[in-house]
C-alpha cells in the first residue's frame, strides 16, 4: 500500500491535484482512497459532481455509537474512494484536532483492512502546520510528502514550512519529502524559483502543471480535468504528475 500526502497553501490547487491523481491512479486499474483534511472538506467534490459528502466528524456526532465505517466512506468518480474529515464550525474548537479524531476513528473502524486500498491520498491544508495537520506526516499515516506551490511568494513561504515540518519529524522515521509539484500561476521567473526552493529543502521538482482554463471549467461543472478534458494538455500534464508521483514513491520504498 502507498500512503502520500499532498501539502500546500490554501487554494494553491492542491485538492484540484489529489483528485486528478486519484483519478489517474484509478484509471490504472488502482483502489485509491482519498481523504480530505481540511475544515472546509472540500477535497472530493470533484469527485462527486461538485457536491460535497457527510464528513466525518458530523457522522460522529449525529450516529455516535451507531457509526459505521461504511457510513464515512463514498465511492465517487472512477470508483475512488473517498472521505472527509471536516472541522468544527469557525470560531468553535481546534480544527487540528479534529483532523486527529476524524483520522482515528476510520482506522479503528477498520479502513484499510476492510478496503485494501493501493494508493491512499491524504490531502492537507499546509498553511499551518502543527497539531492534527502534520498528523499524516507522522504516526505512520504517509509514507512520502507531496508539496504543491507556485512562485508567489505566500505558497512558497508554506512550502518552506511545510518541509520543515517535515524535517523536523524526520529522525522518528516518519513521512519523507517525495517531491515538489510546481502549480503555475504564470509569476516572473516561476519555475526557477520553485526550482530553487526545491534544492534549498533537499528535493526537486517532479512535476509542472501549467495555468490552464481547462481547469477552472472542469470544477465549475463539479469535474476532474480527467473526466472533463480528457485529451487536453492538463489532463496529459496531471498523468505525468501522477507517474511521477508513483515512480518517487516505488523509488523511495526500493532504497
Known sequence: MIKLAIYGK??????????NLSVAFAK??????????????DSTVLLHKGEAIPTILSLIKEKKDELKLSDMIFKGTNGVLCA?????????????RGIITALQTIEQKGVFQTYSPDIVIYDVLGDV???????????????????????????????????????NFKARGYARIGGVILNHRNVKDESEKVQEL?????SSV???????????????????????????????QYLNVADAVLNACRGKKND
Open 198 to 202: 526545491a534544492k534549498n529543502i533537499g
Open 28 to 41: 490504472k486499474g488502482l483502489t485509491v482512497l482519498q481523504i480530505g483534511c481540511d475544515p472546509k472538506a
Open 84 to 96: 472527509e474529515a471536516g472541522g468544527p464550525p469557525p470560531g468553535l474548537g481546534c480544527a487540528g
Open 129 to 167: 502546520v502543527c497539531g492534527g495537520f502534520t498528523m499524516p506526516i507522522r504516526d505512520g499515516y504517509a509514507d512520502e510528502v507531496f508539496i504543491v506551490t507556485s512562485g508567489e511568494k505566500m505558497s512558497m513561504r508554506a512550502a518552506e514550512n511545510i518541509a520543515l515540518a517535515v524535517d
Open 206 to 236: 517532479i512535476g509542472e502543471i501549467d495555468f490552464s482554463e481547462d481547469v477552472q471549467k472542469s470544477e465549475e461543472s463539479g469535474k476532474t480535468v480527467l473526466e472533463a478534458f480528457p485529451e487536453s494538455k492538463s489532463s496529459k
Open 10 to 19: 490554501g487554494g494553491i490547487g492542491k485538492s484540484t491535484l489529489a483528485s
